[in-house]
């Protein structure tokens, strides 16, 4: 079956420490999305990657970073820089063109910071 | 001012009742748009894309107003599994979505 993982599912951190989230697809989409959501918030756009090698940052790429060494992963490292790291990290990847073509999304990674 | 607005709910409907609610969006380059349905603690799912015609998929309905700057969505003949937030996305190039914070939707038995 074609689809976006991600994991670990849950995942708690001490403050100060560095943690990966990773991210898989097999659907052969070219662009790659983080996203991270807060209670009560929309989706906001952390990084996103359009072809391997090349990735930008979105609204709130502060305190993370990424790498697209393959296309089928872009796992999102969240450092001790960020200041409020807890939150619901999804995943996100579409075929690189129209923007009429939909994101899917991956179930989603909850990190919490003790 | 956000991107894209929508009132947060909750709306609670009987199960059979018509339940609609709009979403505002502020760049009017905005070009395409989507409904998508988020469960409890799950991931988004889309669940339609929005024409500039309208359109319609089984018991739901979306409708696009550029002059006014807003997308609306109609659900009828509610279902319990009906009961979820929705959230109206926005784009207006290639790249990024804009997601407003959602609206939640009960349908109590």
């Known amino acids: 079956d074609g689809g976006i993982t991600q994991s670990p599912k849950y995942l708690f951190r001490k403050e100060g420490q560095n943690v990966t989230l990773s991210c898989e697809q097999n659907?052969?989409?070219?662009?790659m999305y983080w996203y991270r959501q807060d209670p009560g918030q929309g989706l906001r756009l952390i990084y996103y990657?359009?072809?391997?090698?090349?990735?930008q940052k979105g609204d709130i790429a502060e305190g993370y970073s990424v790498s697209r060494e393959k296309k089928e992963s872009f796992p999102l490292t969240v450092t001790s820089a960020q200041k409020n790291p807890t939150a619901f990290y999804l995943c996100?990847?579409?075929?690189?063109?129209?923007?009429?073509?939909?994101?899917?999304f991956g179930p989603g990674t909850r990190l919490t910071v003790l | 001012r956000k991107e894209v607005e929508q009132d947060p709910g909750p709306f609670n409907v009987p199960e059979g009742a018509t339940v609609a609610f709009n979403c505002t969006y502020s760049?009017?380059?905005?070009?395409?748009f989507f409904w998508y349905r988020q469960d409890c603690r799950k991931e988004p799912k889309l669940l339609m894309s929005?024409?500039?015609s309208g359109n319609e998929d089984g018991r739901f309905t979306a409708q696009l107003n550029r002059a006014s700057q807003y997308i609306s969505l109609l659900i009828r003949d509610s279902k319990l599994s009906d009961s979820a937030t929705y959230l109206c996305?926005?784009?207006?190039?290639?790249?990024?979505?804009?997601f407003g914070a959602g609206t939640t939707v009960t349908v109590r038995a």
């Open positions: 929005v024409y500039s």
């Open positions: 996305v926005v784009t207006a190039n290639d790249y990024k979505l804009s």
């Open positions: 760049n009017s380059a905005s070009q395409s």
């Open positions: 996100a990847s579409k075929i690189r063109g129209p923007s009429t073509d939909t994101q899917y």
């Open positions: 659907l052969n989409h070219d662009a």
């Open positions: 990657s359009q072809i391997v090698n090349d990735f």
